[in-house]
C-alpha cells in the first residue's frame, strides 16, 4: 500500500485472516462495523462531581439516545462508585473486535479508572440499561506496580487489557503500562520501567506490529491545574513514541517540537494495512499527521491542521483553540474535532491523510460559538470528548475537560454542569448539522450538577475498535 | 497521645461561611480526623500528588508525612497544604473547601 493510497482502497485487499465461522466480540472489519451495525440506543458517559462542592461519588450515566424512546436524551441509570474523588475520565471494553475470533469472549465489562485515585472499577454491562459494579481494584494494588494515574483503556488480543499510566507510584514520572488478565485481575507490568517518561493515550496495530503513545505530563504536574510555570519547565509533553507491539518495547521517539506541545489522542486509521494516523497537539493547537515511511521502516510526523488563536475581548492574550479531542470515521474518511476554548466542532475528509481538507465546521459552546445556549439553558464549555456513530452519521459530544482545567477555563461548568449534544453528519456531502431537540442536561443530576467527559457505545466505537 | 485541635475554615465565594472543629490524633493527618468527624473534604489520590484536598493553613503547624508533589515552592511558601498527608504539630485553623484548591493555578491568557 503506497502511503496516500485510501483506505477504501486498503480494504479491497482484504487479506486478513479473521474465521468467520467463530463467534468474537466486535466485526470482522471496519467496514462490516459500519454496514452491519445497529444504531447506538444507549451511551455510556464518564461523569463526575470532582472540583465542584458536591460531596457525593462520581458515576457511570446511562444516557437513552434512542429517538424511539419516551426517555430520549435523558440519564435512564448511573452507577456510583464505591469513592468520591476518583476523576473518572476515560475508560474502555474488556474485548473489541481485535478479539472477534476469540470464541465465548463478549465485549461485556467496561474498565472505569479513576484518574486521581488510581481505583480501577469493572463495570458488566449485561444489562444495558442497568449496568453493575462487580469488582474494583484498591489504588495500593496500581502503587505495586510502581504505576498511578489509569488512562487509556484497551482490550489486547485474547481477553487482556492493557491500561496506560502517567506516573510512578508517587505520582510522579515515569509512567507506563498496566496489564489486566480476563479476569479483571493485575498481571503486572507491560513494558519495562522507564522506556518512556511521560504517557497519555496509546494505539495499537497488530497486523503491523506497532504501537503509537502520546504524552501529556506527570499526575502531579496536570493534576493540580494548567499552570503556564510548567510549560516553560519543560513539564509537558511533546513527544510520540513508536512500540515494537511484540516485544514491548520503544523502538523510535519522535520529537514534535514546539508545534507539537501536548499530544493527546492518538488515533491509527481502523484498516489494519495503514500505518497511519493523527494526533491532536492541544496547547499548541495543532493536528499532525504520522506515517511509516516504507523505505526507511521510520515513523516519520508531520503538522497538518493549524488552528489560529482569537482576540476576545476579555482575554489580555489571543485564545488558543485548544483541540482536545480527535477520532476518525469508521471508514476513515473523515477526521472529527473539537475546540474546547473555542467552541468549534470540524470535520475534516483525510481520504489523502497527508492534505487533510476542511469538509465542514460548527460553531457551538466555548468562547466564540455561534450557538451558546439550547433549550434553555447555557451551554458551558466548547465541545470536548466526541463520539461518533459506527455508520458515521451522529457526532455526539461533552464539554468538561478535567476538574482542575475546566475550573480555569470554564469555571461555571461547576455550577451549572455539562451537556451532551449531537450533530448529524452527511458523510456524502461532508456536512454536520446541530440537533437542536438532543440535548442531555447533567446540570439535572440527583446529587448536584455534574461534568460529563468520555462516551463509549455497547457494540463499540470509533475510539475503541482495533483489528488485528 | 498528643492530641490536637484544628478548625476548619471554609470560606467560599459562593458559600455561607462555615466552621468546624476536629481534634487529630498522633500521626493522624488532616483528612482522616476529618474524615472520622464525618466531615466531607475533598481528596483524591489520597498521597499528595493530585491536590484535590489542598487547604491554606492560617495560624498553627503541620508537617507533611510525604513530599507534597502538588504544590509548588510558591504554594508552600503562601501556606498551602495537602490536607491528605498533612499531620498537626500544634493547633491549627485551616481553610478548606475546593475553593481553595482552585487558588493554585490562574487562567494564563486572561
Ligand atoms: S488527595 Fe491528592 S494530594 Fe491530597
Redesign the pocket.
Known amino acids: 500500500m503506497s502511503d496516500t493510497e485510501s483506505p477504501s482502497e486498503a480494504s479491497a485487499h482484504e487479506h486478513h485472516e479473521h474465521h468467520h465461522d467463530v463467534e468474537g466480540p466486535g466485526y470482522a472489519t471496519p467496514q462490516a462495523a459500519v454496514e452491519q451495525s445497529e444504531r447506538e440506543k444507549v451511551a455510556y458517559v464518564m461523569s463526575l462531581y470532582v472540583g465542584t462542592d458536591v460531596d457525593a461519588p462520581d458515576f457511570l450515566a446511562v444516557v437513552d439516545v434512542d429517538p424511539e424512546s419516551d426517555t430520549y436524551a435523558e440519564v435512564i441509570d448511573r452507577v456510583e462508585m464505591p469513592n468520591v ?1 476518583d476523576e473518572l475520565h476515560h475508560f474502555g471494553w474488556n474485548a473489541c473486535s481485535s478479539s472477534c475470533h476469540v470464541e465465548g469472549l463478549e465485549r461485556r465489562h467496561l474498565i472505569v479508572p479513576g484518574n ?1 485515585s488510581s481505583r480501577l472499577h469493572v463495570v458488566d454491562t449485561k444489562n444495558r440499561e442497568n449496568p453493575e459494579m462487580v469488582k474494583t481494584i484498591e489504588p495500593e494494588e496500581v502503587h505495586d506496580h510502581d504505576l498511578s494515574a489509569p488512562h487509556t483503556v484497551h482490550c489486547i488480543p485474547d481477553g487482556e487489557i492493557l491500561v496506560s499510566m502517567l506516573g510512578d507510584a508517587d ?1 510522579d514520572l515515569p509512567g507506563g503500562f498496566l496489564e489486566l488478565n480476563d479476569d479483571f485481575e493485575v498481571v503486572g507490568r507491560w513494558d519495562a520501567p522507564g522506556d518512556i517518561e511521560k504517557n497519555y493515550d496509546f494505539w495499537y496495530q497488530p497486523r503491523q506490529n506497532v504501537m503509537v503513545s502520546s504524552e501529556w505530563a506527570a499526575p502531579k504536574v496536570y ?2 491545574g494548567f499552570d503556564m510555570a510548567d510549560v516553560e519547565a519543560g513539564n509537558y509533553g511533546h513527544q510520540l513514541h513508536f512500540w515494537d507491539w511484540e516485544n514491548r518495547e520503544v523502538v523510535q521517539t519522535v520529537d514534535l517540537g514546539e508545534e507539537g506541545m501536548i499530544p493527546l489522542e492518538v488515533r491509527f486509521l481502523h484498516t489494519p494495512e495503514s500505518t497511519h494516523g493523527f494526533v491532536n497537539a492541544a496547547l499548541s493547537s495543532n493536528i499532525f499527521h504520522f506515517w511509516e515511511d516504507r523505505e526507511s521502516g521510520e515513523y516519520r510526523a508531520e503538522k497538518v491542521v493549524d488552528f489560529e488563536a482569537r482576540e476576545h475581548p476579555d482575554w489580555d492574550m489571543p485564545v488558543p483553540a485548544l483541540p482536545t479531542d480527535i477520532l476518525l470515521s469508521m471508514d476513515d474518511r473523515y477526521l472529527f474535532g473539537g475546540n474546547w476554548l473555542h467552541g468549534e466542532l470540524y470535520m475534516y475528509d483525510v481520504s489523502d491523510p497527508k492534505n487533510p481538507r476542511r469538509a465542514d465546521t460548527l460553531s457551538v459552546g466555548g468562547l466564540f460559538g455561534d450557538v451558546q445556549e439550547l433549550g434553555g439553558r447555557d451551554i458551558v464549555g466548547g465541545p470536548q470528548m466526541i463520539q461518533l456513530s459506527l455508520d458515521g452519521e451522529r457526532l455526539y459530544w461533552t464539554t468538561s475537560l478535567y476538574s482542575t482545567w475546566d475550573n480555569t477555563f470554564f469555571p461555571e461548568e461547576a455550577e451549572k454542569g455539562s451537556v451532551m449534544l449531537k450533530a448529524d453528519v452527511n458523510p456524502r456531502k461532508g456536512t454536520m448539522t446541530l440537533d437542536e431537540e438532543f440535548m442531555v442536561d447533567f446540570g439535572e443530576m440527583p446529587n448536584g450538577p455534574a461534568r460529563a467527559h468520555e462516551m463509549r457505545w455497547p457494540d463499540g466505537d470509533c475510539t475503541s475498535d482495533v483489528w488485528q | 497521645m498528643t492530641e490536637y485541635e484544628v478548625e476548619l475554615v471554609w470560606e467560599g465565594a459562593e458559600k455561607a461561611d462555615r466552621e468546624a472543629n476536629i481534634a487529630t490524633r498522633e500521626d493522624e493527618t488532616v ?1 482522616e480526623a476529618a474524615e472520622r468527624a464525618d466531615l466531607g473534604l ?13 487547604g491554606r493553613l492560617l495560624t498553627g503547624d503541620l508537617e507533611h508525612a510525604r513530599r ?3 504544590l509548588k515552592d510558591r504554594h508552600l511558601d503562601d501556606g498551602y497544604v ?4 498533612a499531620e498537626p504539630r500544634a493547633d491549627c485553623r485551616i481553610r478548606v473547601g475546593v475553593d481553595v484548591q482552585r487558588e493554585l493555578v490562574s487562567n494564563p491568557w486572561k
Open positions: 474523588g486521581r505520582g493534576q493540580p | 483528612l475533598p481528596f483524591g489520590c489520597r498521597i499528595g500528588h493530585c491536590g484535590s484536598c489542598t507534597p508533589l502538588a495537602l490536607l491528605c498527608i
